[in-house]
């Protein structure tokens, strides 16, 4: 019944879409291939009605009408397949992005209201929950960074113009390629014996050979002139990131909260739950969850379970984080500098630019995580469990 708010929905030519509630999921997401379906948490949807959040149905709509689905099906494939190629999952997360910002695109198109859409997003990212999981399905709601770039170029005035999509999949598509053949060129070659019509042919001999696995190495593209300018510079820009994401460190974090707080000023939206934290009351989950580049320096968070959580750019210097669990937490651009965090638990967690010079991890479990540009620098260690932890641009004392 409620779907009779959007007219638009049942009148517009193409695929037959479907709205749905749900009560698990937290946030609007399109799924279903066959039977495409725009799936709304019930809460959000009952609450004020559709019309409430338009827009960001028009955004689901945009995914489906444009086979969002069927091309991040393909996408995901690929990455698995080629999970060894790091510049497939830079160039992935690229098309990740443009795909919701072309579906913001969509939506503006039919609005012609680019701010209220801004306003909207920076909104439901703060009443909302981030997901706790990866989400697949394309959503509006996904991560709090991605959610900054989108209001970033939303309430930009000059556009950049046209987007990079078709050349970063070319460039998948080259890379992927390239890596098969850089494979096959491992292989040890097959010999064969000519053998004359007639001819006795020997009996074979066995022989025992012992051969030495070649060492895999990166593919290269071998001639990058031979890409479209686009495509050369979708992947000299993705690269240049990976390359300085060490050098970043706490920059990430600050970039970010940056690039919100410009967003803001730009839209005059609400500062108030962007790089602040009330210092006299005591910090919660739900407190660090609705953040973005806060101060917690100094503060007591001892014991807090963080685990699952999604935390960007927020200052922990000299901070008490004994026994705080941040197990399959992803945090990108934190400052942990002269914190105590021993005996803390980073199981399967994901660290990216994080700043732990000084700090104190003796204890800490870092069993099966991923360390990204991470500063270790004058970390005290003493007992800590680094059993099947991945290093990237780090180095662990």
């Known amino acids: 019944a ?12 193409g695929r037959e879409i479907y709205l749905r509630l749900s009560y698990e999921t937290e946030t609007p997401i399109a799924v279903g291939f066959l039977r495409p379906v725009i799936l709304l948490p019930t809460d959000m949807a ?18 489906l009408a444009r086979y969002d689905d069927w091309t991040n099906l393909l996408q995901r494939a690929t990455e698995r397949i080629f999970w060894f190629n790091p510049v497939v999952w830079i160039l992935g997360r690229r098309i990740a992005l443009e795909r919701e910002v072309a579906a913001d695109e969509a939506v503006v198109a039919r609005t012609r209201d680019a701010k209220r859409y801004a306003s909207t997003l920076w909104r ?31 309430l930009d005035e000059h556009p950049a113009g046209q987007r990079y999509i078709g050349a970063a999949a070319f460039a998948i598509v080259i890379v992927t390629v390239t890596g098969v053949a850089a494979l096959a060129a491992g292989a040890p070659p097959m010999v064969f014996a000519h053998i004359a019509v007639g001819e006795d042919v020997p009996a074979p001999k066995i022989v025992k050979v012992i051969v030495e696995p070649p060492v895999p190495k990166l593919p290269v593209i071998a001639s990058p002139l ?34 919100v707080q410009q967003s803001l000023a730009a839209s005059s939206l609400s500062r108030s739950s962007v790089g602040s934290a009330d210092s006299h009351e005591p910090v919660t989950r739900e407190m660090l969850a609705r953040c973005i580049g806060c101060d917690f320096s100094r503060r007591d968070l001892r014991g ?27 945090l990108e651009g934190l400052s942990f500098q002269r914190a105590d965090l021993s005996k803390s638990n980073f199981h399967s967690a994901k660290l990216t630019g994080i700043d732990f010079t000084r700090s104190t991890l003796d204890g800490v479990d870092l069993s099966d995580a991923t ?15 680094t059993t099947g932890i991945r290093l990237i641009g780090s180095s662990v004392p």
């Open 226 to 259: 031979a890409l479209p300018s686009e495509a050369r510079k979708a992947i000299a820009d993705s690269v240049a990131m990976a390359m300085n994401k060490q050098q970043m460190g706490q920059d990430l974090g600050q970039q970010i909260a940056a690039e």
């Open 124 to 154: 439901m990212a703060q009443e909302m929950r981030m997901p706790e999981h990866v989400v697949v399905a394309p959503g509006a709601m996904l991560t709090r960074k991605q959610i900054s770039v989108r209001i970033e170029r939303l």
């Open 46 to 63: 009952t609450a004020d009605g559709l019309t409430s959040i338009e827009p960001l149905i028009m955004h689901e709509y945009a995914h």
């Open 2 to 13: 409620l779907a009779t708010e959007l007219p638009w929905l049942t009148t517009t030519p």
């Open 371 to 385: 360390l990204t540009g991470v500063d270790l620098t004058h970390a005290s260690m003493t007992g800590a469990n």
């Open 304 to 330: 807090l379970d963080l685990s699952n959580m999604s935390l960007v750019g927020d200052d922990f210097e000299r901070a008490d984080l004994r026994g705080v669990n941040f197990a399959n937490s992803k």
